[in-house]
């Protein structure tokens, strides 16, 4: 019983461990208004680009934006409230 333990926690921790490094961190920029947006996902479709704001939880849509990937920690430091 024991080894199954041990066995199911290796698994569930190589999970855990194997999604935390696939996450992609970006700050999205309107250039028109200079707002900044920070999200984990991003769908372009054409010129425009789709994206869940972290900070605000809204939907957002922009036709022209500034994408750059940025680390978990800079993520997690302009999103914190």
Do not use: H, W
């Not at 250039?31 to 900044?36: A, C, D, L, Q, T």
């Not at 996902?41 to 994408?67: C, H, N, P, W, Y």
């Amino acid at each position: 019983m024991r080894a199954v333990r041990v066995t199911a926690s290796t698994a569930l921790l190589a999970i855990v461990l194997a999604t935390a490094g696939c996450t992609t961190y970006y700050r999205v920029t309107d250039p028109s208004s200079g707002k900044m947006f920070y999200t984990n996902d991003i769908k372009r479709s054409g010129s425009a680009v789709m994206f869940k704001d972290v900070k605000s939880g809204s939907e957002v849509t922009l036709q022209a934006s500034e994408i750059k990937e940025i680390s978990s920690e800079d993520f997690q430091k302009n999103t914190a409230k």
